[in-house]
């Protein structure tokens, strides 16, 4: 092959694909720049949000990933190189890979969805999947709890974000009702007083209006009459009132002569 052959086919070659070139080059700098726009885009709102870090970093990455993984194809394709049976191989690998992963793929969505929405954070005390415990750390793919005897429970974040769950810690104040029974000789009027007189001493429970403790009679029992106790308190102050009301009100029914009734049991002998 002569030079002068060799050169003109590299001028029509130059001819043919210079303009898909240049093209290309354009679209992969005005892509790029766009996809800097966007991600810094999404970066503002995500720490608006105030998303794990971990969470924003690893996000961020794939969705940049993912960006210029399309870009790059599409340039490509510009220029004139064949994408089909590329495309439908990368199709293919990721059906292979996503069926592989799916529980894990799921635990990783519901890992977003719970940053984003914030059913819980770090710190709440919840109830979910059968386990209750405070939040100690909310990951990509689990969340973990500690319990309030110090054991960890690891939880996938797939079930948590689509099942149900109790969250104590959303509301400032929260309501105990107690029930104490006394015997049915025992006056309910007294009772009364005396659970009212305990409510009353305690700077923990709320006094105001329409959240001030109240007494009422909750059933007649196979043995006692059972008086309810409602008050409300603040969330923090929810286990210490808890079990010092319940000490309280044996010791003042002991003293002032009421009778904390129990299941009993009348067995009848006859002789024959």
Do not use: C
Request: proline share 3%; charged share 20%; net charge negative.
């Amino acid at each position: 092959m002569k030079v002068e052959e060799i050169i003109s086919q590299l001028y029509e070659k130059a001819i043919d694909y210079g303009p898909k070139l240049v093209g290309a080059i354009v679209v992969l700098l005005i892509g790029s720049w766009v996809i800097k726009m966007l991600m810094s885009g999404v970066t503002s709102v995500m720490k608006k949000r105030n998303l794990d870090p971990s969470l924003t970093t690893f996000v961020l990455s794939l969705i940049s990933i993912l960006l210029r993984a399309v870009l790059i194809i599409s340039v490509l394709g510009m220029i004139g190189i064949e994408m089909t049976s590329f495309v439908a191989l990368l199709g293919a690998a990721g059906v292979a890979v996503g069926l592989a992963l799916s529980g894990t793929l799921q635990n990783f969505a519901g890992g977003v969805m719970i940053l984003l929405f914030k059913p819980y954070k770090v710190g709440d005390f919840i109830d979910a999947q059968g386990y209750m415990g405070t939040v100690s750390a909310i990951q990509i793919f689990n969340t973990i709890l500690k319990t309030p005897d110090n054991k960890t429970i690891i939880i996938p974040n797939g079930g948590l974000a689509t099942g149900s769950m109790t969250n104590f810690s959303t509301e400032p104040r929260r309501r105990i009702d107690f029930t104490f029974g006394i015997g049915y000789g025992d006056s309910v009027d007294k009772g009364r007083e005396v659970l009212l007189g305990l409510a009353n001493a305690d700077e923990r429970i709320l006094k105001e209006e329409g959240i001030a403790p109240e007494v009422m009679v909750d059933s007649l029992g196979d043995s006692s009459v059972n008086l309810k106790l409602r008050i409300w308190l603040e969330s923090v102050d929810y286990w210490d009132v808890l079990f010092a009301m319940n000490e309280n009100v044996y010791n003042a029914f002991n003293k002032e002569g009421l009778n904390i009734p129990f299941p009993q049991m009348d067995v009848h002998v006859h002789n024959k």
